[in-house]
């Protein structure tokens, strides 16, 4: 099935989004991990195999089957040529089953080279991962594999161990192989049936995707019809990534979004770094989706519950949103200060301004007995219109003989 004849509804609403900026990441040579969480029947591995008619093409070096880039080959054939002769060919998407062997996955020795009448040489036959470097890798039912083949879910841990990862070949007769990955995995499971969650699994490996995500059930009949083929589906799809976009490097993240990120680190006290950096990764891929040159709240909290699910129980993860949305708040309260403060004639003035906001906010925060452990958002100077004449002199009577200290010293 195409993308373009699939059926989109608010329950794959999220596979959606992700397959959308992992399209994107592959357009802009970043990996990007994702594993698709849901019960049986609702999709997940349809959407994912139908993103392959979407994926970009890419230019190689003439009938490498490591799809090396010309600027810098890394296979054993062609690392070092300069100038080598290119093509180009659509981004690979290959999948890993089940009754996969460790040579098929990683690579083993190319037997029609060895056995060749006409100059035999022992040479390596590259495996699935080492063909989807700058393409896709497709894994199904990955919490059976984790459990069944634990050699092959260890060949995972090291192609997403980093970005990019790498696969190690070794046979009998030939030199070890250290060959580069580039490949994002895209995988999906059932973790209601056995042998239950990927986390529950094989946490490390849980933790090498950057996002989970929740795929669920259509709730309304037109769209049971349209999947039945009797209705149409009145849902639009996603929009393509813009075709101007093809890196990241013109897209930032907004500061305070990075000092979010640094503090939820801390915060939460999260095992991984990983997290943040796939939160913050995401953020960017969502921002370039929109177009958007600067990646904002909004942005990151499209992707943060897929960052996090598997990293944290629900209740620390709902406590990670309400910070999030108290955030949005303070960062909205900043801009409105900026926008309703005057121009300023000089710096004495700007300092002036600085100490009475700050006499306000401490002043605010015994008022409303705060934690202090808490950062409250400094007053601007619209906020002290609110302030009845009897409480701005009760205040000024309380911290008078401070601020007075400190503004003679200005």
């Known amino acids: 099935m195409r993308w373009n004849e699939l059926v989109f509804h608010e329950g794959n609403e999220e596979l959606q989004r992700f397959i959308e900026l992992g399209v994107l990441a592959a357009t802009c040579g970043t990996p990007v991990h994702f594993h698709v969480e849901g019960v049986r029947g609702t999709g997940k591995t349809t959407l994912i195999r139908a993103a392959r008619c979407r994926l970009p093409a890419i230019e190689r070096v003439r009938g490498c089957l490591y799809n090396c880039e010309a600027a810098q080959p890394h296979c054993p054939q062609h690392s070092g040529q300069p100038?080598?002769?290119?093509?180009?060919?659509?981004?690979?998407?290959?999948?890993?089953?089940?009754?996969?062997?460790?040579?098929?996955?990683?690579g083993s020795i190319d037997l029609d080279r060895l056995t060749a009448t006409d100059g035999p040489a022992a040479a390596l036959l590259p495996g699935t991962l080492?063909?989807?470097?700058?393409?896709?890798?497709?894994?199904?039912?990955?919490?059976?594999?984790?459990?069944?083949?634990?050699?092959?879910?260890?060949?995972l841990l090291d192609a997403m161990g980093t970005k990019p990862g790498r696969v190690q070949i070794e046979e009998t007769g030939l030199p070890t192989?250290?060959?580069?990955?580039?490949?994002?995995?895209?995988?999906?499971?059932?973790?209601?049936?056995?042998?239950?969650?990927?986390?529950?699994?094989?946490?490390?490996?849980?933790?090498?995707?950057?996002?989970?995500?929740?795929?669920?059930?259509?709730?309304?009949?037109?769209?049971?019809?349209?999947?039945?083929?009797?209705?149409?589906?009145k849902a639009v799809p996603p929009a393509s990534p813009p075709s101007r976009v093809r890196c990241l490097a013109g897209v930032k993240v907004h500061e305070r979004v990075d000092e979010f990120l640094s503090e939820t680190y801390i915060r939460f006290q999260l095992e991984s770094i990983r997290s943040v950096q796939a939160a913050r990764l995401g953020a960017l891929l969502h921002a370039a989706l929109l177009g958007k040159q600067l990646a904002d709240f909004s942005d990151l909290a499209a992707v943060l519950p897929a960052a996090f699910r598997h990293r944290l129980p629900a209740a620390a993860l709902q406590e990670m949103m309400e910070t999030l949305s108290e955030a949005v708040v303070q960062s909205s309260r900043?801009?409105?200060?900026?926008?309703?403060?005057?121009?300023?004639?000089?710096?004495?003035?700007?300092?002036?301004?600085?100490?009475?906001?700050?006499?306000?906010?401490?002043w605010s925060a015994q008022r409303n007995n705060a934690d202090k452990s808490s950062v409250e958002e400094p007053l601007s100077r619209h906020d002290t219109d609110t302030l009845s004449p009897a409480e701005k002199k009760t205040a000024a009577r309380q911290h008078g003989d401070e601020e007075t200290a400190i503004l003679q010293k200005r």
Do not use: C
């Open 83 to 106: 100038f080598p002769e290119t093509e180009t060919v659509t981004m690979p998407f290959l999948e890993i089953s089940h009754s996969a062997k460790l040579g098929t996955v990683a």
């Open 177 to 233: 192989q250290v060959i580069p990955v580039s490949a994002s995995v895209w995988a999906a499971s059932n973790p209601d049936e056995d042998p239950g969650p990927l986390q529950d699994i094989r946490r490390q490996l849980a933790d090498r995707f950057d996002f989970v995500v929740r795929i669920g059930r259509p709730s309304r009949k037109e769209v049971v019809r349209a999947i039945l083929g009797t209705g149409r589906n």
């Open 130 to 155: 080492p063909r989807a470097h700058r393409g896709v890798v497709f894994v199904d039912e990955i919490n059976r594999l984790a459990d069944t083949s634990p050699a092959l879910a260890d060949l």
């Open 334 to 362: 900043r801009e409105m200060s900026s926008a309703v403060r005057p121009p300023l004639k000089n710096e004495g003035e700007y300092r002036h301004q600085m100490l009475w906001r700050g006499f306000l906010e401490r």
